[in-house]
């Protein structure tokens, strides 16, 4: 009777050993994911507002800016490939990573906007209200 108790302990813990294992490493997987996904965010975001509130960048500088943010921080992904887009209103930020069978797609917007022109023309036309 004793024997035959060890040889089952045995038996379930060869099957129950490799799952747990194995949930453990899709969720290592799933943690590295979420990570760059937020480091991928993060950056967008932050070179989004960076080049929003200059006038004078070039896709390139943010390109430049978005490698240096987010470059080296990435766990899972390794090829980036930033895509800047520019125009008088509004800047776009995207940027794919990839790592064989998967990739990961950000993508960022944000307005341009000119506080500083737009405070001047208020106090001008409070100005021209006052005479």
Do not use: W
Not at 30 to 50: I, P, Q, R, S
Not at 60 to 77: I, M, P, S, T, Y
Not at 84 to 110: G, R, Y
């Amino acid at each position: 009777m004793r024997n035959k108790v060890k040889g089952s302990i045995t038996i379930e813990a060869a099957l129950v050993v490799p799952l747990i294992l194995f949930i453990f490493g899709i969720l290592l997987y799933m943690l590295f994911y979420y990570h760059d996904k937020n480091v991928l965010l993060a950056g967008a975001h932050e070179t989004a507002v960076f080049g929003a509130r200059r006038e004078d960048f070039k896709e390139v500088d943010l390109e430049e800016h978005f490698k240096a943010r987010v470059g080296g921080r990435l766990l899972l992904f390794q090829r980036l490939s930033p895509n800047i887009e520019m125009n008088d209103k509004q800047i776009t930020v995207s940027c794919v990573a990839t790592k064989s069978p998967m990739a990961l797609q950000v993508n960022c917007t944000m307005n341009r906007t000119n506080p500083e022109g737009y405070i001047r023309t208020i106090r001008k036309m409070k100005k021209l209200g006052e005479r």
